[in-house]
């Protein structure tokens, strides 16, 4: 062993000499040493070199002081926010017990016993007014006994909840403080996708934390099957953004360059396909828009709850199919009527099912959220003026509002499958693009076990092919058809007659869970979701 060891010293002599010169110049030109994990690491020695110059240069060195006066601005007027609940479980008087043991005694008196335990959570704020209120997320607050708000100076001040709002994960909350920083709102209406914005808040309790990215999407709803933590909302109308959003950052605010709060940070797509769960980071962050939550939390401020404007009537996104059916022009876009509530707003005005709204007092609707957040962010007893297209003709339609229903749900279309069965008179279209769908009477009995009202006229489906173009755009069993290509469907005559003309794209009026609606039957597309107003 020795031998071989002097051998190796004489063979690799010249190496070993240069790389002991390697090691030399290194210490001569900077610092050895080695890091956390054992692996040498070099840290070059401070130099005062001139870096790189120009007018390019320029123009990021004044972008980024642009990018340090938003955050200095921003950052005094946002909160950290410390919640504790109070839960009750089920179990031992002996925590640390064995599970072993605890298969023998699990069940004797005492041993599974409510139990009162604390749970604490962190989130963010962003302070609105000087005298102490701060807006943030219902879901950071929600069942909370206490409530502690940490400033960006670090005074901890006791937070009272003023309200919240479930429908839109809003809430509003009170510290016994004066001369407060605040930041201002502004019009979240005027983003456009590709906008710079920060978000700020306190993600996984490091505090104060400033991130930067770009609006991604607008108008994500319901459509998009988003969740936050208590469930779906019954508003959904988030700003899609790729600056890094995370757990903690919950109720900070989204600003825009100019250092407005244009939304409420509030959910992130994670890695458990849910939102606002465990998971990190994934380029997909969510929040309020800021005209949304400022009718939200004035409401709250002055009265203590939320009010909103209602329609009453089905709504969805204009598709380009609905838009061809009701002879609306190319490149329409706008909210679809699919249903009118008998003696609500809309009817009382005029409004009718196939109606396309495209403005709210001169405002522009691109679509059945952005409809929604419109009428949902005005008064109760507004008038207000819709323009529409009524087969392809434009016109202005005053609407005084009603009061939105608190417990009305966010979708409220057809589709969900109900129970139905064979009877008398039923028809099957060999042929056609209502192949496969199998209907017959709506006899007493059927609208009794289905709940269908005695004014809905038509026939209901008993089955669906699987593999029929019906079955692809989501008609089932129980389904109800009132009309096709706008003839009215009273029996099953009426259905086979014109199911036999239906060769290409058809119109279906149909009846489900208590709303009627409009749906074309195409082999590549369904009719959408539809949201009550």
Partial sequence: MQHETRNFWRDNFLGVSLAL??????????????GHHGYPQITAAAGNGAGLAGPDIDTLERLNKAYEQIARTVTPAVVNIATTQ???????????????FRQFFGNMPGFNVPREQREHALGSGVIISPDGYIVTNNHVVQHASDIKVMLDNNKTYKGKLVGADPQTDVAVIKIEASNLPTAPIGDSSQLEVGDTVMAFGNPFGLNFTVTRGTVSALGRGQGDRLQIEQGPLAIQNFIQTDAAINPGNSGGPLVNVRGQVVGINTAILSNNSSMGGEGGFMGIGFAIPSNMVEHVMDDIIKTGKVTRGYLGVNIQ??????????????????AFIQNVEKGGPGEKAGLKAGDIVVSFNGKPVDSGGGLTILTTSSNPGTTVTLGILRDGKQQDVRVTLGTRPSGLSANNGPGQEQGGEGGPGEATPSSGTLRGLSVQSLTSDIRQQLNIPGDVQGVVISQVDP???????????????EGINRHPVQSVADFNRYAAEAKGDTLLRVFAEGNSAFIVISPSGDGGDTDEQ
Avoid at 86 to 100: H, W
Avoid at 317 to 334: C, H, K, Y
Wanted: proline share 8%.
């Fill in 467 to 481: 593999n029929s173009p019906a079955a692809a755009n989501g008609l089932q069993q129980g389904v109800v058809i």
């Fill in 21 to 34: 010169i390697g090691l030399l110049c290194l210490a001569l030109s900077g610092t050895l040493y080695f």
């Fill in 86 to 100: 109070v839960v009750k479980t089920q179990g031992s008087p002996f925590p640390g017990m064995d599970p072993f």
């Fill in 317 to 334: 996104d204009l598709t380009d199919q609905m838009a061809r059916e009701f002879n609306a022009p190319a490149n329409t876009r706008g």
